[in-house]
T-cell receptor, first 115, second 109 residues
Framework: NAGVTQTPKFQVLKTGQSMTLQCAQD?????MSWYRQDPGMGLRLIHY?????ITDQGEVPNGYNVSRSTTEDFPLRLLSAAPSQTSVYFC??????WGVGYGYTFGSGTRLTVV | GIQVEQSPPDLILQEGANSTLRCNFS?????LQWFHQNPWGQLINLFY???GTKQNGRLSATTVATERYSLLYISSSQTTDSGVYFC???????????FGAGTILRVKS
């Protein structure tokens, strides 16, 4: 049972490049979400999804795009990387009831540096 | 959106000591959760506790929703308890989890 798998673990991008962070879960969870973690701060929600075909913005969505075509996968796209997007990114999946997530499982994170 | 305040920001304990971590919230408490991030960055969901008290081994959590705060108790601390503890809450949004800045715990042997 793999849980939540995030790839890649490390990535260096040049300003203006685009890329996709991959996230896959094998627990049949409806709720999936992406967070970024910056030094000295808690996690901040970027985008989330309550089921296939349904996504919504979180606290810091600018510069990121998501889609959810299957229950298992929830990729995060950086459209045009900026140094301000240097961060550690976490994907999570969870059980949900009435759209509220609980019992979260996190991926191991992606450390992204934009130069 | 909801504001989440954690205290203390830093805590150093000798192995075997007990500790209490606190979270205060600016809005109604509906979906409170506690997380632990170990020194290698892995995040674990400890408790889902919108109200009342729960216990899991040496850890227990209490949420007083009417007063908008939650407490995490760690008893007989071990070096493996080191890391960062986060609380998070959605408030009235119901599905946008907002994290506090965390409490950094260091347990010394």
């Amino acid at each position: 049972n793999a849980g939540v798998t995030q790839t890649p673990k490390f990535q260096v991008l040049k300003t203006g490049q685009s890329m996709t962070l991959q996230c896959a879960q094998d627990m049949n969870h409806e709720y999936m979400s992406w967070y970024r973690q910056d030094p000295g701060m808690g996690l901040r929600l970027i985008h989330y999804s309550v089921g296939a075909g349904i996504t919504d913005q979180g606290e810091v969505p600018n510069g990121y795009n998501v889609s959810r075509s299957t229950t298992e996968d929830f990729p995060l796209r950086l459209l045009s990387a900026a140094p301000s997007q240097t961060s550690v990114y976490f994907c999570a999946s969870s059980y949900s009831e009435w759209g509220v997530g609980y019992g979260y499982t996190f991926g191991s994170g992606t450390r992204l540096t934009v130069v | 959106g909801i504001q989440v305040e954690q205290s203390p920001p830093d805590l150093i304990l000798q192995e075997g000591a007990n500790s209490t971590l606190r979270c205060n919230f600016s809005d109604s408490v509906n979906n409170l959760q506690w997380f632990h991030q170990n020194p290698w960055g892995q995040l674990i969901n400890l408790f889902y506790i919108p109200s009342g008290t729960k216990q899991n081994g040496r850890l227990s959590a209490t949420t007083v929703a009417t007063e908008r705060y939650s407490l995490l108790y760690i008893s007989s601390s071990q070096t493996t308890d080191s890391g960062v503890y986060f609380c998070a809450e959605t408030g009235v949004s119901g599905n946008k989890l907002v994290f506090g800045a965390g409490t950094i715990l260091r347990v010394k042997s």
